[in-house]
């Protein structure tokens, strides 16, 4: 069992910067591709960004450029640096856990383990 617990989120006007965290416990991540959703009121999860257990990344078209996942193992954390930020990005955002070292997961049902997700508020 993997345990994801996420922190960082906020509030911040629109152009400005934050820095979510994904700390995992119960089992290392260093086995497990990693990938980081949200989901706005009314609207259902999406992809946001991957990265495999190589370090391979992966992100949606809508924050290509703006938002930079990473991951430090010997921490058993997983990051997502949001910049740019728009009020369209919004949301509450999940970060998720596949044990896989295989291709790059984007949809929710491919992967086994969830947080609880840290509210990103971000004011025009």
């Known amino acids: 069992q993997v345990q994801l617990v996420e922190s960082g989120g906020g509030l911040v006007q629109a152009g400005g910067s934050l820095r979510v965290s994904c700390v995992a416990s119960?089992?290392?991540?260093?086995?497990?591709?990693m990938g980081w959703f949200r989901q706005a009121p009314g609207k259902e999860r999406e992809f946001v960004a991957h990265i495999s257990i190589g370090g391979s990344t992966y992100y949606a078209d809508s924050v290509k450029g703006r938002f930079t996942i990473s991951r430090d193992n010997a921490k058993n954390t997983v990051y997502l640096q949001l910049n740019s930020l728009k009020p369209e990005d919004t949301a509450v955002y999940y970060c998720?856990?596949?044990?896989?070292?295989?291709?790059?997961?984007?949809?929710?049902?491919?992967?086994?383990?969830w947080g609880q997700g840290t509210q990103v508020t971000v004011s025009s």
């Open positions: 998720a856990a596949v044990r896989t070292g295989w291709g790059t997961q984007t949809r929710w049902n491919e992967y086994d383990y």
């Open positions: 119960g089992r290392s991540i260093s086995s497990y591709a």
